[in-house]
């Protein structure tokens, strides 16, 4: 359960923490007491950062020892049950949630980028590398919306063409009507979206406990003892 709970750690700040776009992540020194230089802005920089992400993690620590979590991927109200203890989790440590992030990395990815394919291009890599699936295959029709419009308009499509743009906006919602993606409906999107990320996570952590526990029964000492149901394990018992 040790390992259990490191990953869990580690899911926490690797897939829910992000340091706001001013700030940068760079090593930590320390410095003897007595030598102590005098403080410079890098250092007061990085002592800020370093105290936020403690406040986070302490805070996210916090809920998780009230919040009862039941590992069992396969239990659709247990897995409701951590995506609702998660939220809360970035509610309260002011986190971001999955789809926060993904808007966060579009924007920082695409600021630079004048033309229209380019962008979509981006966009694409974004998804492939957070291995986000296409299940409705728009993706593809993005892109033949994108070719019909430049045949039109006889040129690259530049993102700062009001009158293509246009011509490509009406073409996604032509797209997302084929589809029947609303934007009233994406925020249960984003739900569905935050449930599979809860999922996914408990099945690693069933996965972590179930190997922990194999590694311990083979010690000598615990030959004799039957291993608990990965379900009935507290990790509130260990934080």
Do not use: H
């Amino acid at each position: 359960m040790a390992r259990a709970l490191s990953r869990s750690a580690r899911q926490l700040y690797g897939s829910q923490s992000v340091l706001q776009p001013q700030q940068q992540a760079v090593a930590v020194r320390f410095y003897a007491k007595e030598a102590a230089p005098k403080a410079l802005k890098g250092d007061e920089m990085l002592k800020g950062i370093f105290l936020e992400v403690k406040k986070k993690f302490e805070t996210a620590i916090g809920v998780l020892r009230k919040e009862k979590i039941t590992i069992d991927p396969d239990d659709p109200t247990a897995v409701e049950q951590y995506a609702k203890v998660m939220k809360t989790v970035r509610e309260k440590a002011d986190l971001f949630s999955e789809s926060q992030r993904i808007q966060f990395t579009i924007q920082q990815r695409t600021a630079g980028i004048q033309d229209a394919r380019s962008y979509l291009l981006a966009l694409k890599d974004i998804r492939l590398k957070r291995g986000l699936t296409d299940e409705l295959g728009a993706e593809a029709m993005m892109f033949d919306a994108l070719e019909k419009v430049e045949k039109e308009i006889k040129k690259p499509l530049m993102r700062n063409d009001k009158k293509g743009m246009a011509l490509l906006t009406e073409e996604f919602n032509k797209i997302n009507q084929k589809l029947g993606i609303r934007k009233e409906d994406l925020p249960k999107y984003e739900e569905e979206l935050e449930k599979k990320i809860a999922k996914a996570q408990l099945e690693e952590l069933k996965k972590d406990a179930l190997e922990a526990m194999e590694t311990q029964k083979k010690r000598e000492e615990f030959n004799d003892e039957e291993m608990p149901d990965v379900k009935s394990l507290d990790i509130r018992n260990m934080l």
